[in-house]
């Protein structure tokens, strides 16, 4: 059973067929093999009681305030203010790529809209000052990374529905590992202009009074942050009211910087259509599989098979960890975490390990498929902002951070109070 689902799943998606269609095809397919009840009679139901989930809302909610904040000019100041504090460091502006996209991740709940952004304003730069392409553009995908980890987060809103799990708790849960890997990945590109000073370009030396007039200029993510997750943790909001307060909060910022106007709403709200309605499909196809995984007994069959093998907790979790680096390298990661989480999240309960400090631990290991070829999405979006040369250029440069995110996976394996101690000490 287990052998002829991943194969059904891999022959799709070597066709390219679309994923939201690969999973809604492989549950009808593995319902009709297995089944001895017609369970397409429940998928009416199933639609309907997951899709009216409040928890969801917030989806479309972050997905707008990441619209409306990318189009009203915050990311460009943002990024000149940086680039005022931190481009004396060997390195120079890729470190701002990294702090940008750290600011940016703690406002857009996604990787991808990090990436773009944070990229269309820094790209231009990199041939300009005459910096290493291959690591510039490394620094734009790995920094894009921690759109998922840094809260708000999309896809731990998306894992704690499918885990029922405390979003507040996984929000907490991410601050130190996403700022901990902002470290990591600054002391990467530290290291690699200490053994190379050529490739961190031009020298900058910013005066103090233009760093300080500058300051003003990161207020903006600050502000957004305080009303989404300050709201969440005074008491004051659910995640999902707190989405809304940070449509709001970015509307104001809009018309702060005088952006806010018809033609910019509607292209903010088309591309909120467009994306929530590709969000939507994917997590309720998964739904559906989810729903035939169980009936079919397969989520149990793995749970009794990864048991009986009689490795210990730690083998299993490292059994597990490279089981999602090699399906990270062929699958997309929103797509991993859908298929992933039901299955493995009731092993690691069994276990023993709590599902909000394995929530981290997948949010990095979905952070590593974002740059992993040859389906890393982070790559493509990098190079599809550069627009010219090879692609092999931003896989080079990712490599680095890659071997970053590696050691902070083994970091929090090791360790899991990275992850739960900020939990813990205010819950």
């Known amino acids: 059973m287990l052998g002829s689902s991943v194969s059904i799943l891999f022959l799709l998606i070597a066709l390219s067929v679309p994923i939201a269609a690969v999973l809604g095809i492989l549950a009808l397919v593995l319902a009709e093999i297995y089944s001895p009840m017609p369970l397409f009679r429940a998928l009416g139901d199933i639609y309907w009681t997951n899709s009216i989930d409040f928890i969801l809302v917030a989806i479309p909610l972050f ?33 701002s790529n990294i702090g940008a996209s750290t600011l940016f991740a703690a406002t857009s709940g996604s990787s991808i809209a990090t990436a773009a952004t944070v990229g269309t304003v820094a790209m231009p730069q990199a041939r300009k000052e005459g910096y290493f392409e291959p690591l510039f553009m490394g620094t734009l995908a790995a920094g894009g990374t921690l759109g998922i980890l840094i809260p708000p987060s999309i896809n731990m809103i998306v894992y704690g529905l499918l885990t029922n799990t405390s979003v507040p708790k996984l929000y907490l849960a991410g601050f130190l590992p996403g700022f901990l890997l902002a470290g990591l990945f600054m002391l990467t590109v530290l290291i690699a202009c200490l053994i190379r000073p050529e490739w961190g370009g031009k020298k900058r030396s910013p005066t103090w009074a233009a ?49 806010l106007n018809m033609p910019m709403l509607l292209r903010a709200i088309e591309g909120t259509m ?132 590696l050691l902070m996976i083994v970091a ?16």
Not at 228 to 240: E, K, R
Not at 413 to 424: D, K, T
């Open 211 to 259: 760093r300080i007039s500058t300051l003003p200029d990161l207020l903006p993510p600050l502000f957004i942050f305080l009303v989404v997750v300050g709201s969440i943790y005074a008491g004051l909001a659910t995640p999902t009211e707190a989405a809304s307060l940070g449509v709001v909060a970015s509307l104001l910022l809009a018309a702060v910087n005088r952006k």
């Open 63 to 95: 997905i707008m305030m990441g619209e409306i904040l990318l189009r009203a000019g915050i990311a460009e100041k943002m990024y000149g203010a940086l680039s005022n504090w931190l481009s004396w460091l060997p390195g120079g502006l890729m470190h």
């Open 274 to 405: 467009r994306t929530t309605a590709m969000v939507m499909l994917i997590v309720l196809a998964a739904m559906f599989l989810n729903f035939v995984l169980s009936v079919i007994g397969l989520t149990a069959l793995l749970t009794a098979f990864i048991t009986d093998m009689g490795l210990s907790p730690m083998q299993t979790m490292i059994v597990i960890v490279i089981g999602f680096l090699i399906l990270g390298c062929f699958m997309e990661a929103f797509s991993l975490l859908l298929i992933a989480t039901p299955l493995i999240a009731p092993i690691v309960a069994a276990m023993g390990y709590d599902l909000v400090w394995f929530g981290i631990l997948m949010m990095l290991l979905l952070e590593t498929a974002l740059i992993t070829p040859p389906i890393g999405v982070n790559l493509y979006v990098i190079q599809g902002v550069r627009g010219y040369g090879s692609m092999n250029d931003v896989i080079l440069g990712a490599l680095p951070f890659v071997i970053a995110m």
């Open 412 to 427: 929090l394996l090791v360790f899991p109070q990275i992850a739960l101690w900020l939990p813990e000490a205010i819950g």
